[in-house]
Structure formats: C-alpha cells, structure tokens
C-alpha cells in the first residue's frame, strides 16, 4: 500500500498496520508488554548498536505505539514520528532535541499556558532562553535570531485569540538563516498541515482532538524530513557533533543510510531513553480509536462551530464572537491560506454584561461541560478571567486576548440545535 497517494480519511484507518501476522486481527492490538526477548546474543548487539531496528524495551518503542506514530507521519505528510506521555513532553523534547544550555529559540507569544511556563520558566532554569516575539509580524522572528538560536516555535491556532501564525512567512524566513520552524498543531489537526508550509516539525497534544473522547493524555512530534540539518553545521550541534552517549556517534551521518530521520531518531535513542516520558501502549491504543475516526470528527466539529457562531452573532447579550471564520483583514487572511476544510471548533465570544454574566453563563449551562480542555468529541466551556488566566494583572489578561466577559467554547459533535439551544438558556440566565 503506497500511503502517500491515500486520503486523509483513509490514513487514518489504514497506514501503519493491515493485520497482526500472528493472529490476523484487524484492529490493531495493544502490545501491553515492557520488553521483547531477542533472536540471540547477536540480534541483541545488533539492536543495541542500532545496526538493526527492533524492539527492545517500551520505554524506548512499543509495536502499539509505532502504529500511532506511523499514522501520524502518514497523515502530516512526515518521515517519521515519536509518541510521548503528554503534549508537554512533546513540547519540552522538540526543543530539547536542539537546545543546550547557552542556546536560544524564538517562539511566539501566543501559547497554551503550560507550554509559557515551559518556556519561561523551567528552560530559563535549565540555561534556554525563550525569546518571546509578536506573531502579527513575521519579521520579528528574523530580528530576535542570532548564532545561539536553534529553532522557532508557534502555534497554529493559538486560543483564547484564534489568530492563526504565519507558517509560511515564518518558515521562510527561518529557512533563509537556517532555523527550523515547530509548530504545535493541537487545535488543528486534519484543517492545517504544517508541513507543506514549510514548517520542519509538528508536534501535538494528542490528548485534545486526535484522541478525541477525553480519555489519554499523549503527546506527538512528527519529522518533516524536509530540514537540512548537515548544511547548517555548528548550527545544531545536537545533531552535528559527536554524541558521548552513543560511542560519539554523529546523528546525521549514522542515520542517513535510513533517510532524513536523524532530529526524530536522536530525539528516541537519547531522550526518550534518557527522560523516559514513553506514552504506555493502552493510551497509544487509545489514541488509535480516536485517530481512526478524526477527520470524520472535525468535520462535524467545524460545522457546528459554525451554526454556534452564527446564533451567538445575532443574540443581544454577546457584544462580540471571535472564529477564525469572522475575523478580518491579514488573520482572515491568514486562516483562510492556513485552514482548509474547516475553521476549527474554538470559539471565544464576550458578553456585554462582563465577569459577572461570564459567571452565570458558565453556571447556568447543563449539556456543555465547564472544564480547562478543548477537543472533545463533548462541548466544552470555559470562562478564562475567573480561571485559566486568573492568575495574571488585567494588563496581562489583555494581552492574552481574553477580557472579564470573554468566555470560550470548544464546540463537540453533538446535535449543533442541542448545543445551541443550552447556549441559548444559559445566555438567558447571564
Ligand atoms: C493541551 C495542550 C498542550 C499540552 O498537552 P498535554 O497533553 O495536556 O500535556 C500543548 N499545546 C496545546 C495547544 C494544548 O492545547
């Protein structure tokens, strides 16, 4: 089966696995084991020295986990992917990957709050410095580029804003001084695809629209192998310069006989290894149940995005909404270049009566959720000033794009006249 000709739909339910040799089962089953015994001494020292691949130890690879990772790779248009424990972990290795202490990268501003405290803090103790620019102007990202700096960082569809990043304008600029771009592509799988962007990796937390029940927590990176590491030498000594944890091997010269795999293996064979933040095989397994039926997912998701936005518009108690789908000017432009399909199911609306309507509304709902999550096959609310940006001064809330009666909604794939019609008497009650 030639994957690259297949559509979406059709990856998902497909590559990476057709049948288990053994049993012949269709589903994909869950290897729930922590190690594999080898042929012989030989196979065992081939395993280790990487001549040969195989399993070894599931901290390290799993045959449940290489499906998801597979299906992954296919449907991103990537060489090869890693699964993890958590979008965090997947976030903390991408940079990892290329960062050492004394080094840099760019990111955007505009980031899930785990993912600043990240960046801000526990890099900055770890001798990585985050520097944070303004994604509404690409040129930024040049400007805070210097020899230390190993990648820039973004999100596609960053919320509470919704202000879809630049990809190509970033990446290109990137590519000119020979850094790679990472997007976090979480609130918008199946609409947005990196990578033909010229982005050079894509990471997830898979827990949001990939799993898509609210199950397991997992995370993704996914190698473009579209990104000349060796051209830029000194640039990625990660990647470039002998390895003391592997016999001084030299990641883009040991794995070029395998293809432009050697950011994605470097990030197994020594972080995974070393951090040991493996995804467990019943979550991998998880997450293949999701992934099998997300496109079908986010198209329903999209859709009925679209119906709350219009209701919401046209209700005397909501000052304004925010969708990719209503924006103007560059962002519309921008979501409409980098979202094809859909215009994702986030949605952030204001109500005119400010904190204490955001309250009520958020009280007064009984089919959709109140939690801090998106991208559950459920509708979801959340009322950001009195919870996940409660912590910050009003200044920084504004920043962030959220005000006292901003409340944002993570729409589901209920019946849209259901979710609309509890909107619809929680608004009454705000
Ligand atoms: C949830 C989320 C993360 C973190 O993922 P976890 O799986 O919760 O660790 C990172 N980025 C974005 C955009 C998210 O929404």
């Known amino acids: 089966m030639t994957d690259k000709k297949l559509h979406p739909e059709t990856l998902a339910l497909h590559a990476g696995y057709r049948n288990d040799p053994t049993a012949k089962s269709v589903a994909v089953p869950i290897h729930q084991t922590t190690s594999y015994q080898f ?41 090869a992917a890693l699964c993890v ?18 080094d840099n990268f760019v990111t955007s501003t505009d980031l899930y709050g785990g993912t600043w405290n990240l960046f801000a803090n526990t890099f900055k103790q770890m001798g990585i410095e985050a520097r944070f620019v303004d994604p509404s102007d690409p040129e930024a990202f040049r400007k805070a580029t210097d020899e230390k700096t190993r990648c820039y960082f973004a999100e596609t569809l960053p919320n509470p804003k919704l202000n879809v990043f630049p990809i190509k304008e970033v990446a290109d600029i990137g590519r000119e001084l020979g850094v790679p771009l990472i997007v976090d592509n979480t609130a918008a799988p199946m609409i947005c695809r990196p990578l033909d962007h010229g982005a050079a990796i894509v990471m997830y937390s898979t827990t949001k629209y990939i799993a898509g029940h609210g199950t397991s927590v997992g995370g993704a990176i996914i190698d473009g192998g579209n990104f000349d590491w060796e051209a830029q030498g000194d640039r990625f000594p990660t990647l470039n310069q002998p390895d003391a944890s592997y016999h001084g091997a030299i990641w883009t010269e040991a794995v070029k006989p395998l293809g432009p795999i050697a950011y994605i293996i470097r990030a197994r064979v020594t972080l995974l290894r070393d951090l040991g933040s493996a995804a467990s095989p019943f979550n991998a397994w998880q997450t293949i149940q999701g992934l099998e039926t997300m496109p079908l997912r986010m198209r329903q998701h999209c859709e009925n995005a679209l119906k709350v936005v219009d209701f919401l518009k046209k209700h005397p108690k909501v000052a304004s909404v925010n969708h990719p789908s209503v924006q103007e000017g560059e962002a519309k432009r921008r979501a409409d270049t980098y979202l094809q399909g859909g215009y994702s199911s986030l949605i952030g609306f204001e109500l005119k009566d400010g904190l204490d309507a955001g309250r009520n509304f958020i009280d ?6 109140h939690v801090a999550n998106i991208g559950d096959a459920r509708s979801l609310a959340i009322h950001p ?7 910050m001064t009003a200044d920084e809330q504004a920043s962030a794009g959220v005000t006292p009666g901003y409340v944002r909604l993570s729409i589901g794939i209920e019946h849209a006249d259901d979710i609309i019609a509890d909107i619809a008497q929680a608004l009454d009650k705000a």
Do not use: W
């Not at 130890?57 to 296919?74: F, G, H, K, S, W």
């Open 85 to 102: 424990a958590s979008g965090q972990s997947a976030a903390t290795f991408s940079i990892f990957n290329l960062c050492q202490a004394g």
């Open 385 to 391: 000033a009195s919870t996940t940006h409660s912590q």
């Open 364 to 369: 007064s709902l009984e089919l959709l959720y």
């Open 39 to 79: 042929d012989s001494a030989e196979h065992a020292a081939n395993l280790f020295a990487l001549k040969e691949f195989g399993n070894i130890y599931t901290r390290i690879m799993n045959p449940t986990t290489d499906v998801l990772e597979q299906r992954l790779a296919a449907l991103e248009g990537g060489v």
